[in-house]
């Protein structure tokens, strides 16, 4: 079982920068590939990144790619989502999932824990 709690989002004008982090719960997080996806209002659960067990390998969107950087930290449970030359279409609430290796990274149904949701809003 583990349990993850995002943290990290808030309110930024266009161009500017969040850190959003995702603290999971757990002795076998370094166990887990770990994901952020994001729902804007109206709109389907989309995926942004993923990173491997090990952190050895990264996923990116093509929206985010050159923009947004994951990381992860195994000895601190914590995963975390740079962003940077944020847009007003970035704008939505942000969710860290963790997968027990599916061996897949981009869709939803990959994951098999997923975190309350954090809000960003980017202002034009």
């Known amino acids: 079982q583990v349990q993850l709690v995002e943290s990290g989002g808030g309110l930024v004008q266009a161009g500017g920068s969040l850190r959003l982090s995702c603290a999971a719960s757990?002795?076998?997080?370094?166990?887990?590939?770990m994901g952020w996806f994001r729902q804007a209002p109206g709109k389907e659960r989309e995926f942004v990144a993923a990173?491997?067990?090990?952190?050895?390998?990264?996923y990116y969107a093509d929206s985010v790619k050159g923009r947004f950087t994951i990381s992860r930290d195994n000895a601190k449970n914590t995963v975390y989502l740079q962003m940077n030359s944020l847009k007003p279409e970035d704008t939505a609430v942000y969710y860290c999932?963790?997968?027990?290796?599916?061996?897949?990274?981009?869709?939803?149904?990959?994951?098999?824990?997923w975190g309350q949701g954090t809000q960003v809003t980017v202002s034009s």
């Open positions: 999932a963790a997968s027990w290796d599916s061996g897949s990274y981009y869709s939803p149904t990959d994951y098999d824990y």
């Open positions: 757990g002795r076998t997080f370094s166990s887990y590939a």
């Open positions: 990173i491997s067990w090990s952190g050895g390998s990264t």
